[in-house]
């Protein structure tokens, strides 16, 4: 096991060795096993790539980043030219993010929100606003929505009505596209058709349910 000051050594090379950190106004604390980056850089991605390099280092569990961003002058900008730029790169960007995801910018802090089907996509909103100049920090507050799947549908439904001793929902139809479901094929009587749209609206992720089924 490393001592504090083999990790706090090991650190301090990592830091040199990473290129796009400024090791010189970087210092590096380390008491039982927790390892204190302090200092100043001029970027969020500067302040994100240091802890980053931290990271690496064999034996680091624990990092608390204390790294104030001071933005030289010419990298200072306005919130709204901020905003702006952050709204171009997810548009930009190649997952198609601008509709899904919210923007705030507070003092040079990027907020992102809003929902997203995959991990991927939330991490790709961060990895794009990151490196834009002006920013010192973002936070990331995109949640996951789940995907919707034809079967669970199918089978809620199916469920649904076998509880209240309705026959198996075979000739109902489903389709989905997004959040987006549509009903269709038949339906015996108006309590089967508000079994399976109700069915339907119980299922997290979904925003729309279409109804067009008809009567047998």
Known sequence: MKTDIQIQQDVMAELKWEPKVNAAHIGVEVKNGV????GHVDSFAEKWNAEEAAK???????????????????????????????????????????????IKVEDGYITL??????????????????????????????????A?????????????????????????????????VTLGGKIHDWKEKSLAIDAVWAIPGVKKVIDNTSFA
């Open 148 to 180: 919707i799947s034809v079967t669970t549908v199918k089978i809620d439904i199916e469920k649904a009505l076998k509880r209240r001793a309705h026959d198996e929902a075979q000739e109902i139809t489903v389709n989905v596209h997004g959040d987006e």
């Open 35 to 38: 390892v204190t980056l302090s």
């Open 56 to 102: 690496r280092v064999a034996g680091v569990k624990v990092i608390a980043v204390e790294l104030d961003v001071v933005l030289p002058g010419s990298s200072k900008k306005s919130d709204t030219e901020i905003a702006k730029a952050a709204m171009d790169a997810l548009k930009w960007n190649v997952y198609k993010l601008a509709d899904s995801v919210s």
């Open 113 to 146: 929100t809003g929902q997203v089907p995959w991990n991927f996509e939330r991490i790709s909103a961060e990895n794009s606003v990151r490196y834009l100049t002006g920013v010192r920090g973002v936070y990331n507050f995109i949640s996951l929505k789940p």
